[in-house]
């Protein structure tokens, strides 16, 4: 069954850098665009950035320059490096799998709090 | 920029039907396909509608989406409403730039 694991959260002081990592098994890695979606406590869905398997990259206007998406496809991972860190980044950051031959999010990870502050 | 408005809440009974919408800010919601997510508390979400219209495996017939151009907007609707469907619920679709937008969420209330 596919499976998406997130780590690398944590406590982190503003103007710091993170790494999170997906570690994604069940399915064919290099077949999918891979998404990483954050959501702040009390708050809604917000789209971060999404990778295609070629490695093509789009990102939200806002966060374009702090994030960076990555991934590498022979260790089935994902991964988002969020430098100078803000409180309002402070969120679960979920990374997701789109459906085959489709643009939605079909399969979820359960997520990897963040939390900025000093 | 591209953005999708739902209502803050809504609330009905059980066994009721509730439709919940979802109005773009431009150009034509048709042009992009309209997913629905919903999210239970302490979980992550997950597709109750992708494709406008089209339910993944395992979610029941209670739901269903629709859009409708003249008002450029989608919506859910779930029939004979159950406890376990309180939730909150979010649209998505992308912009012009394939950028993925969420919308604010709807919290539904089963009373």
């Known amino acids: 069954q596919v499976q998406l694991v997130e780590s690398g959260g944590g406590l982190v002081k503003p103007g710091g850098s993170l790494r999170l990592s997906c570690a994604a098994s069940g399915f064919t890695f290099n077949d999918y665009y891979m998404s990483w979606i954050r959501q702040a406590p009390g708050k809604g869905l917000e789209w971060v950035s999404y990778?295609?398997?070629?490695?093509?990259?789009n990102y939200a206007d806002s966060l374009k320059g702090r994030f960076t998406i990555s991934r590498d496809n022979a260790k089935n991972s994902l991964y988002l490096q969020i430098n100078s860190l803000r409180a309002e980044d402070t969120a679960v950051y979920y990374c997701a799998r789109d459906g085959y031959n489709t643009n939605y999010f079909e399969y979820w990870g359960q997520g990897t709090l963040v939390t900025v502050s000093s | 920029n591209f953005m999708l408005t739902q209502p803050h809440s809504v609330s009905e009974s059980p066994g009721k039907t509730v439709t919940i919408s979802c109005t773009g800010s431009s150009g034509s919601i048709a042009s992009h396909y309209v997913q629905w997510y919903q999210q239970r508390p302490g979980s992550a979400p997950t597709a109750v509608i992708f494709?406008?219209?089209?339910?993944p495996s395992g979610v029941p017939d209670r739901f269903s989406g629709s859009i409708d151009s003249s008002s450029n907007s989608a919506s859910l609707t779930i029939s004979g409403l159950k406890n376990e469907d309180e939730a909150d619920y979010y649209c998505?679709?992308?912009?012009?730039?394939?950028?993925?937008?969420f919308g604010g969420g709807t919290k539904l209330t089963v009373l």
């Open positions: 494709e406008d219209n089209q339910r």
């Open positions: 990778i295609s398997p070629t490695s093509y990259t």
């Open positions: 998505q679709s992308y912009d012009s730039s394939n950028h993925v937008v």
